[in-house]
């Protein structure tokens, strides 16, 4: 969700083609090509997201790449945070943070998985706002330049 919500905000101010965005799991039980919940959808949904019926899960044990190529990574919890120091050297040396501790909160996003639609939406919510409060500092952080960002 937080990929697709971030996308947007980025189409919204026409970044997208500046900042490539990728999410991935670091959880044992990430799995490659795993078709996006239906749940997270009807979340996006409500928020005017659709997802490409096509979106599928990224482990990334498996495309580590992603993780030396990253300039800043954004987790949901303090233990994914944990699991990224501690498992993929490649992200020694990066700006790595969970993303409430970006946004200036304290706390983890919890993984809605299993839960009910509202737990989703909920969960969408949360890392809505959190994406909101720290969209300048993204942009900043990654030296893009626009009218939108702070100097």
């Known amino acids: 969700m937080a990929e697709a919500i971030l996308r ?3 189409d919204r101010h026409a970044l997208s083609e500046r900042i490539e965005i990728r999410s991935g799991g ?12 239906l749940d997270a959808r009807f979340a996006l949904e409500e928020i005017g997201i659709d997802l490409d019926p096509n979106t599928v899960s990224t482990d990334l044990k498996s495309h580590r790449q992603l993780i030396s190529d990253a ?10 945070l944990k699991m ?10 990066k700006r790595v943070f969970t993303l409430k501790e970006y946004s200036g909160k304290p706390g983890n996003i ?10 989703f939406s909920a969960c969408r919510a949360e890392i809505d706002d959190c994406l909101q ?4 500092r ?3 952080d990654l030296d ?8």
């Not at 670091?26 to 919940?37: D, F, H, K, P, T």
């Not at 300039?71 to 994914?80: G, K, P, Q």
């Not at 893009?144 to 100097?151: E, K, L």
């Open 138 to 140: 993204i942009l900043v």
């Open 110 to 119: 919890e993984d809605p998985a299993g839960q009910s639609e509202s737990v």
């Open 71 to 80: 300039a800043l990574i954004l987790a949901m919890t303090d233990e994914h």
């Open 84 to 93: 990224i120091r501690d498992g993929f050297p490649e992200a020694a040396g």
């Open 8 to 10: 947007q905000m980025l």
């Open 133 to 136: 409060k720290c969209f300048d």
């Open 144 to 151: 893009i330049r626009t009218d939108h960002s702070r100097s």
């Open 26 to 37: 670091v959880a044992y039980y990430a799995r490659n090509g795993a078709l996006a919940s």
